[in-house]
């Protein structure tokens, strides 16, 4: 497994070396009507990176991922993949959403599923063997003739997340994707994703309001201020890697990390504009 690295400590400013740069996301700005929700948002994602992007519930973290994922056109400044502005969603970027139930199609298997967005990619004799693997990775070895209304939330959110990976993305954005599961299924989902984005070297950016979450998986935390909203702070997480539920969370330095974004979220609630 990649060892985590140290990034700028302070500022809006994004990683050091722009030659692997992915993602980055320039001014950018969204507003419905006339309430200004992301109000110039910069940082850049670098490949290989896993980054939590976390802030106040209201300051657009789905708003963000909506547009960094082309679906939701920015009201200014850009969000630019690969080298190349965001107009649509980009073919090399998948996105996890937390509604599981909404995502998989509930009259398909979990193997149609999972192949359905592949079939532009993957010739029909290649991907067998993609899903096969990525199911294992999941832990859904199988379980891929069952229909998603036959498993629980967790597994329905392993399918989705296996869906994610058998396009094999550049880039993985999860958009709170274990909000909605309990709280053992929780961090049963949080190892998983740092194992298959280890073994699938995938760059995953995971949008999240939990801080404990963010503070655990990310090599790097990126703080939203509330509406609206700018970064307040994009943070290195120099824990070491393999991460451990109980070994990481005991370190001084994760508790000195969650107590920084955990003030910094307080403050910015407190400044945020009430809607
Ligand atoms: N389509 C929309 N039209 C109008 N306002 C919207 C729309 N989508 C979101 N908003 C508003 O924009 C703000 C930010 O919403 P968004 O869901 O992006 O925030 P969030 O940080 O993901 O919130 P939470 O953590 O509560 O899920 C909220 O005030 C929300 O009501």
């Known amino acids: 497994m990649r060892m985590t690295e140290t990034y700028p400590q302070t500022g809006t400013g994004s990683a050091p070396g722009s030659a692997d740069v992915v ?3 320039q001014a950018l700005q969204k507003s419905y009507g006339a309430a200004k929700i992301l109000a110039g948002v910069d940082f850049q994602i670098r490949r290989g990176e896993f980054v939590c992007v976390v802030g106040p519930s209201g300051s657009g973290k789905t708003t963000l991922l909506k547009c960094m994922a082309g679906l939701l056109e920015p009201s200014g400044g850009q969000t630019v993949f690969e080298g190349a502005p965001v107009t649509e969603p980009p073919a090399k970027l998948a996105v996890v959403f937390q509604d599981y139930s909404r995502s998989l199609l509930p009259w398909m298997t979990v193997w ?3 192949e359905l967005p592949m079939r532009n990619k993957f010739g029909k004799a290649e991907r067998p063997a993609r899903i096969e693997s990525v199911l294992e990775a999941v832990g859904l070895a199988g379980k891929g003739s069952l229909y998603p209304w036959q498993m629980s939330g967790g597994m329905q959110q392993r399918a989705a997340i296996a869906r994610g990976l058998a396009y094999q993305p ?3 954005l999860m958009d709170e994707p274990f909000a ?4 053992q299924t929780r961090i049963e989902l949080e190892d998983l994703v740092l194992r298959v984005r280890a073994e699938f070297d995938t760059t995953v950016v995971f949008v999240t309001h939990d801080i404990d979450e963010a503070v655990y998986l990310g090599d790097r935390v990126i703080v939203l201020s509330g509406a609206p909203t700018t970064v307040s702070r994009n943070l290195a997480v120099d824990l070491p890697a393999p991460r451990n539920q109980v070994r990481t969370k005991s370190l001084p330095e994760y508790a000195r990390l ?3 974004v955990f003030e910094l979220i307080q403050s910015a609630k407190s400044h945020a504009t009430i809607r």
């Open 258 to 260: 969650r107590a920084e």
């Open 180 to 183: 909605a599961v309990d709280a």
């Open 170 to 172: 550049d880039v993985l």
């Open 23 to 25: 993602l980055e996301l």
């Open 112 to 114: 149609a599923n999972v």
